[in-house]
């Protein structure tokens, strides 16, 4: 991460210093999020006068949602100039605002705003705007300027549109251009009656809900916080996984990346051994310490160290060790998950199942986290162990389907959270 995107993050509102909201406990608390990475260098430029809608799945109810942009990875600014938010309407694949739910998003005041290059910037409070748990917000913003976009989140499986002209402020605005991504934006936060706070899942394409259905919030984490709503548990859920994303390393991101997909995951790029996103040791700290109310973290990452370079056991328990530590350091509760079988997937080979092996028995003997997630034994196959059940498989051996991902969310004991 650069010096200048890690400064800038959680500034409020506009572009501020660094704060550390697992110490301080800010009235706000993570609703949503989503984890960023450099867009592609051959990025086309969007031509002047674009409307992008984006909707998001928030976990926690709230009221006067504050919504995070992010230019981190841009390398000129960008203005937008005017931003709306409101409650969906329609099914899955709608970015229909409910008319009385419209309200304008401002920035110290004002209704424009400018991200510079390198940085993140926090909204003011959106008044009169209450959010029921496990809503659906829609975000929309113009572009009134041709735009090179630098920072996304690939491959959410969410369907958003981006359509000529302004119509941001409108409920439902015809045509437009679909797209599975997250542009310029990573988080929503809500102020909530009582206390409440965040739990951040961290990992790769399993997480970040690779292969599940489209625009239906059957993601692992989704599934976790429907589960803690109706047990009547107040936190938010914050999905921070990036497909094809490592924990020991990544690509350099000081420059707009040269490729765009992920292996196994991505739509339009299934089985390319890509990987994508800082490596998840460097952007720890932004995705999980310094998300609004984080009190828990759930890891599940390494399995694209092991199919790109397996760097073996002992450096991938390293690299686990050191999240322990900076989460504890910054007064987190951090459980650690085991990782996934994946035989019969392209990644599937000796070597690789036994360093996956020799991992998940050191997160699981070791006493080092504060609690074991077991997902590899939520969803393997009891007669073949190396395989995930057959009915949990989306087709590829490597990620679960939306049966699985329930499988995943079930495996999380909600006690951790009392």
Known sequence: MGGAGAAALFAAP????????????????GSWATATTAARAAE????????????????????????????????????????????????PDSTAMHPGSIRRVTFDGSAAVVLPAGATVVSDPVPDLPLPPGADLVITFHLPDP???????????????????????????PGGRATTRYTLLSGVSVRTPGRSAAVVAFGDSITCGSRTRIGANRRWPDLLARRLREAGQ???????????????????????????????GSPGNRGVPVTIGPAGLRRFDRDVLFQPGARYVITLIGVNDIAHTDPGAPALIAGH?????????????????????????GRDNAPNRATRAALNEWIRDSGEYDAVIDFDAAVRDGANPERMYPAYDSGDHLHPNDLGMLALASAVPLALFA
């Open 321 to 345: 060790r050191e999240l322990i530590a900076r989460a504890r350091a910054a007064g987190l509760a951090v459980f650690g998950g085991t990782l996934l079988p994946f035989g019969g997937s």
């Open 234 to 264: 107040s936190l938010g859920v914050l999905n921070a996984g990036i497909g094809g994303n490592r924990l020991l390393s990544g690509p350099d991101l000081s420059a707009p990346v040269t490729t765009g997909g992920f292996g196994g």
């Open 44 to 91: 086309p430029v969007l031509p002047a006068g674009r409307t992008l809608r984006q909707v998001v799945h928030l976990s926690l109810g709230g009221s006067e949602p504050r919504i995070r942009l992010t230019n981190e990875y841009g390398q000129t600014p960008v203005r937008l100039s005017e931003i709306w938010t409101g409650l969906r309407a329609g099914g």
């Open 14 to 29: 506009g572009v501020a210093g660094p704060r550390h909201p697992a110490r301080s406990r800010p009235a706000w608390t």
């Open 147 to 173: 735009t090179r976009i630098g920072t996304i989140s690939p491959f959410v499986w969410q369907r958003n549109r981006i359509l000529a002209g302004n119509v941001a402020a409108e409920p439902d605005p």
